[in-house]
């Protein structure tokens, strides 16, 4: 298996600083960051966004993101779904949405070193965290929403529960760093993990032809070694379309930049950067003049669509691009290697 010190930075033609300029060219002035200009703005791709411009070296703005988090998190510990420029458009309360704070923050820390920072968020942080393990029942999954209404939507979704399998690792780890008890997190991780690894029928299997539950469980840490292997085999022809990338749902010919993007993560994140390099070799050409990237196109008539310039989609490449190419400190976050050998392990 070729490691990663032995992949050329030659093979990288995506321009990094077109790629971030995009994202800050679209953040507002409260630090509030859409999906593009004229689009709404949710919590995890928001985060998602901020994790771009940290690795594009945009620290003030960065901040500023987290900041806008800090200052719209409701009572209970949670965001709203959407918004547009600040006024809430979604009032549905996602437990995914609400913990992957802890991701974003985390991957700013691993660049920055800025332990300060973490203190500051730290409270902000906890209340999104808490709110997602309101969420959990006993056998270990996390519902995925309360309504606008406040009603409980039973239902598990296995991308969102992975997703905070993620989160978790991180918000105890900061928790660890900042010397703050956090007493049951890591009961209620270990009985997330086991629910993801052992207990898929107990989410929704309808979410099975999005390529997010084939590889989420892999990118979050769940699945490793030979079972993530397995997992990728089995799967692989049903979302991958050679030599153009990923499709976002097994039934569409849809070619979506993220989802590739995210592949090329969880590849990365079992240490197979040779089959990552080569898949994510096939979307870097897939960019506007102005460097920055496309967010998918249909096959085989290659129509660009949507054809908008979405920030979120920016920032998975360049964290795609960093796996593979150590750009920063924070190239590791997903590795599966990492999690265990790295000295952050002692706090899980």
Same mark, same amino acid.
């Given at each position: 298996?070729?490691?990663?010190?032995?992949?050329?930075? !030659?093979?990288?033609?995506?321009?990094?600083?077109?790629?971030?300029?995009?994202?800050?060219?679209?953040?507002?002035?409260?630090?509030?960051?859409?999906?593009?200009?004229?689009?709404?703005?949710?919590?995890?791709?928001?985060?998602?966004?901020?994790?771009?411009?940290?690795?594009?070296?945009?620290?003030?703005?960065?901040? /500023?993101?987290?900041?806008?988090?800090? !200052?719209?998190?409701?009572?209970?510990?949670?965001?709203?779904?959407?918004?547009?420029?600040?006024?809430?458009?979604?009032?549905?309360?996602?437990?995914?949405?609400?913990?992957?704070?802890?991701?974003?923050?985390?991957?700013?820390?691993?660049?920055?070193?800025?332990?300060?920072?973490?203190?500051?968020?730290?409270?902000?942080?906890?209340?999104?965290?808490?709110?997602?393990?309101?969420? !959990?029942?006993?056998?270990?999954?996390?519902?995925?929403?309360?309504?606008?209404?406040?009603?409980?939507?039973?239902?598990?979704?296995?991308?969102?529960?992975?997703?905070?399998?993620?989160?978790?690792?991180?918000?105890?780890?900061?928790?660890?760093?900042?010397?703050?008890?956090?007493?049951?997190?890591?009961?209620?991780?270990?009985?997330?993990?086991?629910?993801?690894?052992?207990?898929?029928?107990?989410?929704?299997?309808?979410?099975?032809?999005?390529?997010?539950?084939?590889?989420?469980?892999?990118?979050?840490?769940?699945?490793?070694?030979?079972?993530?292997?397995? /997992?990728?085999?089995?799967?692989?022809?049903?979302?991958?379309?050679?030599?153009?990338?990923?499709?976002?749902?097994?039934?569409?010919?849809?070619?979506?930049?993220?989802?590739?993007?995210?592949?090329?993560?969880?590849?990365?994140?079992?240490?197979?950067?040779?089959?990552?390099?080569?898949?994510?070799?096939?979307?870097?050409?897939?960019?506007?003049?102005?460097?920055?990237?496309?967010?998918?196109?249909?096959?085989?008539?290659?129509?660009?669509?949507?054809?908008?310039?979405?920030?979120?989609?920016?920032?998975?490449?360049?964290?795609?691009?960093?796996?593979?190419?150590?750009?920063?400190?924070?190239?590791?976050?997903?590795?599966?290697?990492?999690?265990?050998?790295?000295?952050?392990?002692?706090?899980?």
């Amino acid at each position: 298996m070729t490691s990663k010190t032995s992949i050329s930075k !030659q093979k990288l033609s995506i321009n990094i600083d077109s790629v971030a300029a995009l994202i800050k060219r679209t953040q507002l002035d409260s630090g509030e960051i859409p999906w593009s200009k004229t689009d709404k703005t949710d919590p995890w791709d928001h985060v998602e966004a901020i994790m771009g411009l940290s690795v594009g070296g945009y620290f003030d703005e960065a901040r /500023r993101g987290f900041e806008w988090m800090r !200052q719209n998190q409701l009572e209970n510990g949670s965001w709203y779904s959407s918004y547009q420029k600040g006024i809430p458009d979604d009032k549905t309360l996602d437990s995914n949405m609400s913990s992957y704070i802890a991701v974003g923050l985390f991957h700013h820390f691993l660049i920055t070193g800025d332990k300060a920072f973490l203190k500051k968020m730290w409270p902000t942080l906890r209340g999104g965290i808490e709110y997602a393990l309101g969420l !959990q029942i006993p056998s270990g999954e996390i519902y995925w929403a309360r309504s606008p209404d406040g009603e409980i939507d039973p239902m598990s979704l296995l991308t969102g529960s992975s997703s905070v399998f993620m989160s978790l690792k991180c918000a105890i780890v900061i928790a660890g760093l900042l010397e703050i008890p956090v007493p049951g997190w890591r009961a209620s991780l270990a009985k997330l993990g086991d629910a993801i690894k052992n207990r898929r029928h107990r989410f929704n299997v309808a979410k099975s032809r999005f390529s997010m539950d084939w590889f989420y469980p892999i990118l979050c840490g769940v699945i490793t070694g030979a079972e993530a292997q397995k /997992r990728i085999d089995t799967y692989w022809k049903k979302f991958v379309v050679d030599g153009l990338g990923v499709r976002c749902v097994s039934d569409e010919p849809w070619v979506t930049i993220a989802e590739t993007s995210e592949f090329v993560l969880s590849l990365s994140a079992m240490g197979n950067f040779q089959l990552a390099s080569i898949i994510f070799s096939w979307i870097q050409d897939k960019c506007y003049e102005d460097g920055s990237c496309w967010c998918g196109f249909t096959f085989p008539d290659m129509i660009i669509w949507p054809d908008d310039k979405v920030t979120w989609t920016n920032a998975v490449v360049l964290m795609a691009a960093d796996a593979l190419y150590n750009l920063t400190p924070a190239s590791q976050l997903f590795s599966h290697k990492f999690w265990v050998e790295s000295g952050y392990s002692r706090f899980l």
